[in-house]
């Protein structure tokens, strides 16, 4: 009998500075594409949880979450080369302020990182999936509160 998969789900981290720039990385997940930080989330863990875990490990930075940014799906995603269990993932993207300022990348996952400006950012060597969070956080278009208190209060 063939086992069952779901999709999983992922959070990232759009994380922007005082100076409005974003921290993008640079991750062998995506080829070496620019990304945001974050990662799946594990059973039992809460969304923003995940995220505040996944940036710790990632980049060594602490975080206030403020908002849902966006949602997307990506079913078998070009250009994603971890293999797992089922290559369907849906992303939720938040609005993040950094506590701390220090970056550190895992050289894990992580290759590198960058602070840039959103119309810097467009620019750069990005997936779908980061070129559409940047398109909502330039529109400033937001999923409605009443969805984005259950994630963010649980």
Same mark, same amino acid.
């Given at each position: 009998?063939?086992?069952?998969?779901?999709?999983?789900?992922?959070?990232?981290?759009?994380?922007?500075?005082?100076?409005?720039?974003?921290?993008?990385?640079?991750?062998?997940?995506?080829?070496?594409?620019?990304?945001?930080?974050g990662g799946?989330? %594990?059973?039992?863990?809460?969304? *923003?949880? #995940?995220? !505040?875990? =996944?940036?710790?490990?990632?980049?060594?930075?602490k975080i206030?979450?403020?908002?849902?940014?966006?949602?997307?799906?990506?079913?078998?995603?070009?250009?994603?080369?971890?293999?797992?269990?089922?290559?369907?993932?849906?992303?939720?993207?938040?609005?993040? %302020?950094?506590?701390?300022?220090? *970056?550190? #990348?895992? !050289?894990? =996952?992580?290759?590198?990182?960058?602070?840039?400006?959103?119309?810097?950012?467009?620019?750069?060597?990005?997936?779908?999936?980061?070129?559409?969070?940047?398109?909502?956080?330039?529109?400033?278009?937001?999923?409605?509160?009443?969805?984005?208190?259950?994630?963010?209060?649980?």
């Amino acid at each position: 009998m063939a086992k069952t998969a779901y999709p999983e789900p992922v959070a990232g981290a759009f994380i922007v500075n005082r100076k409005g720039e974003i921290l993008l990385v640079k991750s062998g997940n995506w080829n070496g594409k620019w990304v945001v930080p974050g990662g799946h989330v %594990e059973l039992g863990e809460r969304i *923003v949880d #995940a995220l !505040r875990r =996944e940036v710790m490990e990632e980049v060594g930075l602490k975080i206030n979450v403020t908002r849902l940014l966006s949602v997307q799906e990506a079913i078998f995603p070009k250009g994603y080369s971890r293999r797992t269990k089922s290559r369907h993932m849906i992303f939720f993207d938040f609005l993040c %302020e950094p506590v701390t300022s220090k *970056v550190k #990348a895992d !050289r894990t =996952e992580i290759s590198d990182f960058k602070w840039v400006k959103p119309s810097e950012a467009k620019k750069l060597k990005t997936g779908p999936y980061v070129k559409h969070a940047l398109d909502m956080y330039a529109k400033a278009e937001n999923i409605p509160l009443g969805l984005e208190e259950k994630l963010l209060k649980g």
